[in-house]
């Protein structure tokens, strides 16, 4: 179990400026004002020093990162979207790609979706 203490979090219709975040195992399991989810004992917790916390992006449409792109360096890629807030990406590869190239990017990218980025 890890808190997130400390933070404004960000939702739909406004913001909570003094929230607090519950996960386990990487599943937000409450989240609200701090007054009103209590930290279970024996937690970790993680002061956020009043940074924000928000749901993760989705990206539709993306090539690559600055330097590659989606099927020469996936997990790359994934890294340097995650790194900017997104959660869930679509990787698109060039329509002037051969069809053999294009079916080597797919091969490729199917693969890389199993390392779990």
């Given at each position: 179990?890890?808190?997130?203490t400390?933070?404004?979090?960000?939702?739909?219709?406004?913001?909570?400026?003094?929230?607090?975040?519950?996960?386990?195992?990487?599943?937000?399991?409450?989240?609200?004002?701090a007054?009103?989810?209590?930290?279970?004992a024996?937690?970790?917790?993680?002061?956020?020093?009043?940074?924000?916390t928000?749901?993760?992006?989705?990206d539709i449409?993306?090539?690559?990162s600055?330097?590659?792109?989606?099927?020469e360096?996936?997990?790359?890629?994934?890294?340097?979207?995650?790194?900017?807030?997104?959660?869930?990406?679509?990787?698109?590869?060039?329509?002037?790609?051969?069809v053999?190239?294009?079916m080597?990017?797919?091969?490729?990218?199917?693969?890389?979706?199993?390392?779990?980025?």
């Open positions: 179990m890890t808190a997130i400390n933070t404004k979090i960000i939702l739909e219709d406004g913001i909570i400026w003094d929230g607090r975040v519950l996960t386990d195992g990487g599943v937000i399991t409450a989240a609200g004002r007054c009103d989810v209590d930290i279970p024996g937690a970790d917790v993680i002061d956020a020093h009043r940074l924000y928000a749901p993760g992006l989705i449409h993306d090539h690559g600055d330097e590659k792109l989606f099927h360096d996936p997990d790359g890629c994934c890294r340097r979207l995650l790194e900017h807030g997104v959660t869930r990406v679509l990787p698109t590869l060039y329509c002037d790609m051969t053999g190239a294009m080597k990017a797919a091969s490729a990218l199917k693969e890389a979706s199993k390392s779990g980025y």
